[in-house]
């Protein structure tokens, strides 16, 4: 083989090999659409799908009906597209491995019971903290976050919670790229200020915040920590702000022992409390 004919060869597999490297495969596509939905929290079209991961309409469209046939998708009522039930069964059996959630879900039915108060879990989900499971108390005041809502870490206790065991140039870093300005106005946005509250909280094994994310909304939240200290997730509290000053019961005290008790359960001791 000559030089030249070599030099053609591996020009024509230059040529070839480059445009899979920049295509994005259809496995990032599912993602992409699926994490559109979750963002949006509601039903879509498949042109307003493609307009948020700014993909061609055709390739959606390809996409999203391989994904309707395949029970990933439902779609509804004029077109509009929403998760589908075989994600449900598959988020049944993730759940059914996490003793995390079993254990903390049992010590949220037992709290919500005693305190006759609506009582969240809540995770973390990179830059946001999400809400794993929920129970409302007996009164049914009412809350805007339900079971999967995602909110940015700097509007609740339970988000300056999950990120206060780490360093503090991580988690400045986390404020400084996610914290935002909440509905009501008094979500704290320095990164500084926040980095501070998140560490205390997680030493003090609490966290209040009252009317940051709703008006005359408040949420009394205790860490969960696994053995080395990490906040693996919280248990929470959700009133009317007027109820965080009364004594009885003390909503403090009992979210705090709730904590403790998962914590125990799962066999996670860290330091006396």
Not at 51 to 78: C, F, H, N, Q
Not at 130 to 148: C, I, N, P, W, Y
Not at 167 to 174: F, T, W
Request: charged share 30%.
């Amino acid at each position: 083989m000559t030089a030249d004919v070599r030099d053609q060869d591996l020009s024509r597999t230059e040529v070839a090999v480059e445009p899979r490297r920049s295509r994005t495969s259809g496995i990032d596509r599912v993602l992409q659409i699926l994490d559109c939905l979750q963002r949006r929290g509601r039903p879509a079209t498949a042109y307003e799908i493609a307009r948020d991961i700014g993909a061609p309409l055709s390739t959606v469209y390809v996409i999203v009906d391989d994904m309707v046939e395949k029970e990933l998708l439902d779609r509804k009522d004029g077109g509009l597209l929403w998760l589908g039930p075989r994600l449900y069964q598959y988020g049944l059996t993730y759940a059914r491995t996490l003793d995390l959630l079993n254990v903390a879900t049992q010590e949220m039915h037992e709290l919500a019971q005693g305190s006759k108060e609506t009582v969240q879990i809540c995770g973390r989900d990179s830059d946001y903290m999400v809400v794993l499971a929920m129970e409302e108390g007996k009164d049914h005041f009412q809350v805007t976050s339900r079971v999967g809502t995602r909110t940015p870490l700097n509007w609740t206790a339970s988000g300056r919670l999950l990120v206060g065991h780490l360093p503090e140039d991580e988690r400045l870093a986390i404020f400084a790229r996610s914290a935002i300005a909440s509905p009501t106005g008094r979500a704290e946005t320095d990164k500084d200020v926040l980095s501070r509250a998140s560490a205390a909280a997680l030493t003090e094994g609490l966290a209040i915040q009252a009317g940051e994310s709703d008006f005359s909304v408040a949420c009394i939240a205790a860490p969960i920590r696994d053995n080395l200290g990490a906040c693996r997730a919280t248990i929470s509290i959700v009133v009317p702000d007027v109820k965080l000053r009364q004594k009885d019961p003390d909503l403090t005290s009992l979210v705090r022992q709730s904590a403790r008790r998962i914590e125990e359960r799962l066999g996670w001791r860290h330091g006396a409390r």
